[in-house]
């Protein structure tokens, strides 16, 4: 991408896309879009009259990738790029049998990653789903791992118990709950850092190689309270990574 150009980059997660607009090299716009909000619809759209290049982070199904692009044809007549997962790019090698398998959010993220550390380093991605993924030193993808997000947590352990109800909200914290509500959402919490924690003592993780994003990742990060860092734009980071070594 030139200095001269205008960029919509697009991370489509499983419930939301956030977006950012960037031109000549810098960040003029970001925003949230979900489908069927019609304010954060309008915003998008509006947010150029006019851009050279569309790309885009996918993790949802064909369909919904289908409508995003008719949306933003009909608005820009640019026709978006979609990030796949590769086996390599640059010095990170993909795991995977099958590379395309593996969620691009993840490997855009830890392409990112490994541009900010050029060595051993943990994603943490604390989405709909967190996600734990290691690379080591010399790039290779040494295996992750894909865990229920808290809100999915806990609709699991709503739908199959009778008795775990409550009506009142109750904060993520790790100490013992004293409700059923603090009980549920303090045991999410401790199961959420839990996971992190003992990867990072299984695979002897500096807290400085500890790598944060996704919606939930600053106050994971938090949680834990042994340092790291939070990268909101990590996956953002890697989609500009990819394309350069991608796109034409």
Not at 40 to 63: D, F, I, N, Y
Request: hydrophobic letters at 45%; glycine letters at 10%; aromatic letters at 6%.
């Amino acid at each position: 991408m030139t200095s001269r150009e205008s960029c919509l980059q697009l991370d489509r997660g499983n419930s939301a896309t956030k977006w950012r607009l960037v031109t000549r090299g810098r960040i003029a716009a970001r925003g949230t879009y979900s489908p069927g909000n019609e304010e954060s619809r309008a915003r998008l759209l509006g947010c150029t009259p006019a851009l050279q290049k569309v790309w885009v982070a996918s993790v949802a199904g064909a369909e919904a990738e289908q409508e995003l692009a008719d949306m933003l044809v009909a608005q820009w007549g640019v026709q978006p790029w979609f990030a796949r997962s590769t086996a390599q790019c640059g010095a990170v090698r993909n795991s995977y049998r099958e590379p395309a398998r593996m969620g691009v959010d993840r490997w855009l993220a830890m392409l990112a990653a490994w541009r900010r550390i050029e060595g051993g380093v943990c994603v943490v991605d604390a989405g709909s789903a967190l996600t734990l993924d290691l690379l080591g030193d010399d790039g290779r993808h040494l295996g992750g791992y894909i865990i229920p997000g808290p809100v999915l947590m806990e609709r699991a352990l709503l739908l199959d118990t009778d008795r775990v109800r409550f009506a009142e909200d109750a904060d993520y914290a790790l100490t013992p709950g004293s409700s059923t509500a603090e009980a549920v959402r303090h045991g999410i919490a401790l199961a959420q850092a839990g996971a992190v924690r003992l990867l990072m003592d299984r695979a002897a993780i500096a807290a400085d190689r500890m790598l944060f994003c996704g919606g939930g990742g600053e106050a994971l990060m938090q949680l834990l309270a042994c340092g790291g860092e939070y990268l909101p734009d990590l996956v953002f980071e890697g989609l500009d990574i990819l394309a350069a070594d991608s796109v034409a």
